[in-house]
């Protein structure tokens, strides 16, 4: 009899015990803090996972604001210097020497400048004329190609002479050139074509920007020399008047 009470005992000693051990795993405060913690991991990662895609919605969203503010024609362009004068000065040179023209012209008439960059830069192998199957020979070989430009969108608010500068290729303005003629209106402003050259004339590429332009009173232009002075700009400004 003191045998069984023993037995009963430890029996109900061994059934605490393990009550106490089954019960304590989910009493047990660590592990809720444990289980607790790894929703916690979880939430923290979606959490983190949002995170990253509000910033990459953030990041996206301010590419995409940055793009419109290019495309707000009111904003004012970084390519220009927003003096307040009502002379613009645009070009696209590829090899500095109508970038070199257009600001000394900017320089003479206090013009404001802007600057056409190709979307995809012309590299040397693109600028050889020797090659019939370099991107410049391509591109001039078929009037309807429109490169890009990645310059932002310039507002032509307030500007009544804009000055419009390219190098000749192959006797006529860049592709470039169209298409940053076709993407403005000039209704009210006065067009003046000015080009650089090894030695051809403007020919038929101010008559060509104006017919794809559409708008705007476009002026004969002329074929700047590189290495022309500040004085004789300022005949050929004069000259314009
Ligand atoms: C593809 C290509 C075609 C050209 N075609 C002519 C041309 O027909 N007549 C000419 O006199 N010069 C031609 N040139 C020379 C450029 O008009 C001249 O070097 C110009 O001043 C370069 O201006 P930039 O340095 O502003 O690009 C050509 C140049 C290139 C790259």
């Known amino acids: ?22 019960c304590g795993k989910s009493s047990n405060p660590e592990n809720v803090n444990s289980n607790s913690d790894s929703t916690n991991s979880v939430a923290e990662n979606s959490t983190s996972q949002s995170d990253t895609k ?21 904003q ?47 590299t040397e192998a693109d600028l050889n004329w020797h090659d019939s199957d370099s991107r410049t020979t391509h591109e001039q070989d078929d009037k309807s190609v429109r490169p890009g430009i990645a310059s932002d969108k310039l507002s032509l608010d307030g500007y009544t002479t804009i000055y419009v500068g390219y190098p000749i290729w192959w006797g006529e303005e860049p592709r470039i050139m169209d298409t940053f003629v076709e993407s403005y209106d000039f209704v009210g402003k ?41 004085s004789e700009l300022q005949d050929f400004v004069n000259s314009l008047k």
Do not use: H, Q
């Not at 005992?9 to 059934?15: E, N, T």
């Not at 002379?87 to 400048?113: M, N, P, Q, R």
């Open 54 to 74: 509000k910033n990459a919605d953030s990041s996206d969203g301010n590419k995409i604001e940055s793009v419109s503010e290019n495309k707000d024609e009111s």
């Open 190 to 230: 006065t067009m003046i074509p000015f080009c650089t050259s090894g030695g051809s004339g403007i020919g038929s590429s101010g008559d060509n920007l104006k017919n794809n332009a559409g708008s705007g009173k476009w002026l004969e232009g002329a074929r700047l020399d590189s290495g022309i002075s500040e």
């Open 76 to 122: 004012p362009s970084e390519n220009t210097k927003k003096t307040g004068t009502d002379v613009l000065v645009v070009y696209f040179s590829a090899t500095g020497t109508t970038k070199g023209v257009a600001e000394k012209l900017a320089d003479v008439t206090g013009a404001d400048i802007y600057e056409i960059i190709p979307a995809e830069p012309y």
């Open 1 to 22: 009899m003191k045998r069984v009470k023993i037995f009963a005992a430890i029996f109900m000693i061994v059934c605490i015990c393990i009550t106490i051990t089954g």
